[in-house]
C-alpha cells in the first residue's frame, strides 16, 4: 500500500506563514497528482491545490495568490507554502495522492489520503 506522511501544521498568528509537507512512500506506484484540501469545522471540504505529473497546477479560489505548491526532489513530495494566513484558514489540512499502482497483471489508478494536519491562525 501507499503511505502518506504530512507535517508542518501548527499554530500561527494572523499574517505569518507556514509550509506543509506531504511525502508518499511504498512500491509499485507511480504518482498522477497530489492534492491539498482543507475542511473547517462545519464546512465543506475544499480543495486548496493541486499538481498533476505534467506540472499542472490549479488553486482553491481562496487562495489569492497567497500559497504556492510545489513538487519536492521526487514526484511522491509535495511542498503547501502559505503565506499572509488568515484566521478564515484555519483548518484540517489534507494530502491527497492520486497514484497509479503497478502490478504484473494490471495498472489501477487509486486516491490515498493522510490523516491531516491541523492548522490555526488567530487574529
Known amino acids: 500500500q501507499v503511505q502518506l506522511m504530512e507535517s508542518g501544521g501548527g499554530l500561527v498568528q494572523s499574517g505569518e506563514s507556514l509550509r506543509l509537507y506531504c511525502g508518499a512512500s511504498g512500491s509499485g506506484f507511480s504518482v498522477n497528482a497530489m492534492v491539498w484540501y482543507r475542511q473547517a469545522p462545519g464546512k465543506e471540504r475544499e480543495l486548496v491545490a493541486s499538481?498533476?505529473?505534467?506540472?499542472?497546477?490549479m488553486y482553491g479560489d481562496f487562495v489569492e495568490g497567497r500559497f504556492t505548491i510545489s513538487r519536492g526532489n521526487a514526484d511522491t513530495a509535495v511542498f503547501l507554502q502559505m503565506n499572509s494566513l488568515r484566521p478564515a484558514d484555519t483548518a484540517v489540512y489534507y494530502c491527497?495522492?492520486?497514484?497509479?499502482?503497478?502490478?504484473?497483471?494490471?495498472?489501477?489508478?487509486?486516491?490515498?489520503w493522510g490523516q491531516g494536519t491541523q492548522v490555526t491562525v488567530s487574529s
Open positions: 499538481i498533476s505529473n505534467r506540472d499542472t497546477i
Open positions: 491527497k495522492a492520486d497514484v497509479r499502482i503497478w502490478t504484473w497483471d494490471a495498472v489501477r489508478d487509486q486516491d490515498y
